[in-house]
């Protein structure tokens, strides 16, 4: 899903300092929204990860892939390409997560044997 940046500044030299005050504000709600969101959307995806680890020990499959893994850094790089965001980051991001669905996996494992 590619997204177009509406041009979300006005002219803030004209701003009195209400104005400024609730422009700021606005912005902070709208981060403060989009890090909720975040968070839900993280709690959702390592609720699949687990079941993932499930699978993974039940059949006794390695906790990490690391092709799998590979392909997710570079589509996540070229989709945060797309979108203007530093893909070095993207990927720093990935491997922060991938790290930790990695750990649940052998927890999951080392309790299943």
């Known amino acids: 899903m590619k997204l177009k940046s509406a041009k979300i500044l006005p002219d803030i030299l004209t701003l009195d300092s209400d104005q400024q005050n609730e422009l700021l504000s606005s912005y902070r709600d709208s981060i403060d929204n989009i890090d909720a969101a975040l968070i839900h959307m993280l709690a959702e ?3 699949i990860t687990q079941q993932v680890g499930k699978f993974k020990a039940k059949f006794g ?3 990490a892939d690391k092709i799998r893994e590979q392909k997710q850094i570079d589509r996540l790089r070229t989709l945060s390409e797309e979108a203007k965001l530093n893909p070095d980051f993207s990927e720093k991001f990935l491997h922060f997560i ?3 669905v990695i750990r649940h996996h052998e927890q999951l494992r080392d309790n299943h044997e």
Request: hydrophobic content about 35%; overall charge positive; charged content about 35%.
């Open 45 to 47: 995806r390592f609720k």
């Open 61 to 63: 499959l390695p906790p």
């Open 98 to 100: 991938i790290t930790e």
